[in-house]
C-alpha cells in the first residue's frame, strides 16, 4: 500500500508563506507517481475535514477550494515522488492539520467533485500541523 509522509508544518504568522510536502513511498511497481491523483485536505478543532487541493493524475489539472484560491499552488516533482502545497499570504482560519492523501483510480479525466471528496482518497498521511497566529 502506498505510504505518505508530510512535512513543513508549523507556527508562523499572518501574511507568512509555508510550503508543505508529501513524499510518496511504495507506490504500485510498474505504475508511475504522476499518475496517481493527490489531494491536500485540512481538519481544523471541531470542524469536519475539507478539501484544500488537489493535482490530478490523467494531466495534471489543479483544483483549489475557494478560500485559498490566488494564495496556494500545489505542485508535483514526479521524480522525488512528491507533491507541495505551497501556502502565501496565510490566515488565522487557515489553521489545521493538513493532509495529503492519494487517489489510486487512474482517471480519464478528473473533474472538481471528483478530486474533492475524501472518501475517493485511499491512503493518507499522518498530518502536518499548520498554526498561523494573528
Known amino acids: 500500500q502506498v505510504q505518505l509522509v508530510e512535512s513543513g508544518g508549523g507556527l508562523v504568522q499572518a501574511g507568512d508563506s509555508l510550503r508543505l510536502a508529501c513524499v510518496a513511498s511504495?507506490?504500485?511497481?510498474?505504475?508511475?507517481?504522476?499518475?496517481?491523483?493527490m489531494g491536500w485536505f485540512r481538519q481544523a478543532p471541531g470542524k469536519e475535514r475539507e478539501f484544500v487541493s488537489a493535482?490530478?493524475?490523467?494531466?495534471?489539472?489543479?483544483y483549489y477550494t475557494d478560500s485559498v484560491k490566488g494564495r496556494f499552488t500545489i505542485s508535483r516533482d514526479n521524480a522525488k515522488n512528491t507533491v507541495y502545497l505551497q501556502m502565501s499570504s496565510l490566515k488565522p482560519d487557515d489553521t489545521a492539520v493538513y493532509y495529503c492523501?492519494?487517489?489510486?483510480?487512474?482517471?480519464?479525466?478528473?473533474?472538481?467533485?471528483?478530486?474533492?471528496?475524501?472518501?475517493?482518497?485511499?491512503?493518507w498521511g499522518q498530518g502536518t500541523q499548520v498554526t498561523v497566529s494573528s
Open positions: 492523501a492519494v487517489d489510486t483510480v487512474i482517471y480519464i479525466r478528473a473533474t472538481y467533485d471528483s478530486v474533492s471528496r475524501p472518501g475517493k482518497y485511499d491512503y
Open positions: 511504495r507506490v504500485a511497481s510498474g505504475r508511475a507517481f504522476s499518475t496517481y491523483t
Open positions: 493535482i490530478s493524475g490523467s494531466d495534471s489539472s489543479t
